[in-house]
């Protein structure tokens, strides 16, 4: 499957919006990003780099914003079409999502968004 990078990164938005508003207005101190592969796991399709909602204390302040990454050729690899990539995009963004509100890939594993 090819893709271009614009167009990846307008699934990935729509897939953020997709999100319920009163969610992504409780998104605090992240950013998502869009790169080719993880260096070390290159075919990871999706991660969450920083301190989860939950995990978040009075002392928290003054940090660079969490990140969630969506690895373009990663996804692309495992499949077929432009309709596969569309799903495909959307559950990584809201399995990265969730561990940003501190969902554990247990409970994601259990509710389907594994």
Not at 50 to 58: C, D, K, M, P
Not at 61 to 89: K, S, W
Not at 101 to 109: C, Q, R, V
Request: net charge negative.
């Amino acid at each position: 499957m090819d893709m271009t990078r614009r167009r990846f990164e307008e699934l990935v938005s729509d897939a953020l919006d997709t999100i319920p508003p009163e969610l992504t207005a409780a998104m605090d101190n992240v950013v998502v990003l869009v790169a080719d592969r993880h260096e070390t796991e290159p075919d990871l399709l999706g991660l969450y780099e920083g301190v989860a909602l939950t995990e978040r204390s009075s002392s928290y302040g003054g940090v660079l914003p969490d990140r969630i990454t969506i690895y373009q050729d990663a996804i692309l690899d495992i499949c077929a079409d432009e309709d596969d990539v569309v799903q495909e995009v959307a559950v990584t963004v809201v399995h990265e999502v969730a561990h940003h509100f501190g969902i554990d890939e247990e409970t994601l594993h259990e509710l389907g968004w594994g």
